[in-house]
């Protein structure tokens, strides 16, 4: 199988699905991984002391790390503006990732949830860009959305997050045994272990709550009788 993953910032892909990007790899599948922007307007920690030339680079590098730590051998950062994605004419955003399918030629993409998991303006401009991408493209490509679940997002206390409604979840991976990727992935994002911090500190036990990633398929949409454990 073919996964494309498409994204809008160095780290969303760690802090995102990357149990499931190690689970497939790891499996002989091949998985490519897109992201939009790189990451420059970050304001974690050490970040906010950097120039944004500075700091794409060096985030740049971070998620080149998190590709390998995840063992994706296919990575391409594009340089659009981070927190600025929706600034961006929609068709321009849609015509970039509908060439990279063409290119990668995927049976699976994968991006965020419609509400972008925190609501982050660029998240949610990707999901829509790539849906649409999806959608016009018109091969026999099976779109699904990564988000948290409901409880997971309630145990994310001190943030607002927005949880793929339950009837919507079709797919939940278990991914526990492929956590020590993910680990080595997020702990790339040198730039981005405030992040780390504080979620560890708010729910708990970290490995526990992502040891399952959640998906709703939604190209070609359809209601699952029950929901599915692989892709
Ligand atoms: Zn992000």
Known sequence: MRILAVFAHPDDESYGPAGTLAKYTVNGHHVSLVTLTQGEAGSLGGAKKMGEKALAKKRVEELACAAKALQIPDLSV????????????????????????????????????????????????????????????????????????????????????????????????????????KFKAIRCHQTQMELFRMLEKMVGDFSEYASREYFSQVLPYREFPEVQSAF
């Open 78 to 181: 594009f340089n659009l503006p981070d927190k600025g994605l929706e600034r961006i004419p929609a068709e321009e955003g849609i015509y970039l990732i509908m060439q990279e399918i063409r290119r990668v030629n995927p049976d699976v993409v994968i991006t965020f949830h419609q509400e972008g998991i925190s609501g982050h303006p660029d998240h949610r401009t990707v999901s829509h860009w790539t849906f649409q991408a999806v959608k016009r493209i018109d091969r026999n490509i099976r779109l699904f959305y990564y988000g948290v679940s409901p409880q997971q997002a309630k145990k994310v206390t001190g943030r607002k997050l927005f949880p793929i409604p339950p009837e919507e979840i079709t797919h939940c991976i278990e991914v526990g045994e492929y956590l020590s990727y």
